[in-house]
């Protein structure tokens, strides 16, 4: 059994939950991402879980401008290299960035820098996994979830200490 809910904020638009008993399985940017998400799990789904709950409480203190660590359980599927990937994504601090390139020497494969960026951009967890936080070595933003780079600079400027804009 699967569970859903929307989250909408202003700054990122609709965000799409799904989840099972056992924790988060993903999050979707967009109805679109969302609808052909649904396809890959179960056909049978409840609108509502308590996880959910957690998860919009700790969204609300983000997008308020607080440093949290999300502790909503996830069931994270993707290769050996993906997942290190993500990993390193989540020990960069909140109002920091890390090139693509950084990651790749990280996680002991400097010349996989493209296949970083590849693993970013299929990270089911955006946000939690904050994968907003890598961006070009040359400090441009590449892109965000595909096409999404709009996304990726209010969240890095909803971070940012220094005030700057990205």
């Not at 859903?4 to 988060?24: A, K, Q, V």
């Not at 993903?26 to 056909?43: C, H, Q, R, V």
Request: proline share 5%.
């Amino acid at each position: 059994m699967y569970f859903w809910r929307t989250y909408h904020h202003p700054l990122i638009g609709d965000l799409f939950f799904i989840g099972t008993e056992s924790g988060l399985t993903g999050i979707f940017l967009g109805e679109e991402l969302f609808t052909k998400a649904k396809t890959k799990f179960s056909p049978e789904y409840k609108k509502e879980h308590g996880l959910f709950d957690h998860l919009n409480d700790a969204l609300e203190r983000y997008f308020a401008g607080e440093d949290i660590r999300f502790d909503v359980p996830l069931q994270i599927e993707g290769t050996l290299f993906q997942k290190a990937v993500w990993e390193y994504m989540r020990i960069i601090p909140y109002g920091e960035t890390r090139s693509y390139s950084e990651a790749a020497i990280a996680i002991g494969r400097p010349k996989a820098v493209r296949a970083v960026g590849q693993a970013s951009r299929v990270n089911p967890f955006p946000i939690i996994i904050p994968c907003h936080r890598l961006i070009g070595k040359n400090g441009s933003l590449t892109g965000y979830a595909g096409s999404k780079t709009d996304l990726k600079r209010n969240l890095l400027h909803l971070e940012s200490t220094s005030g700057l804009l990205f």
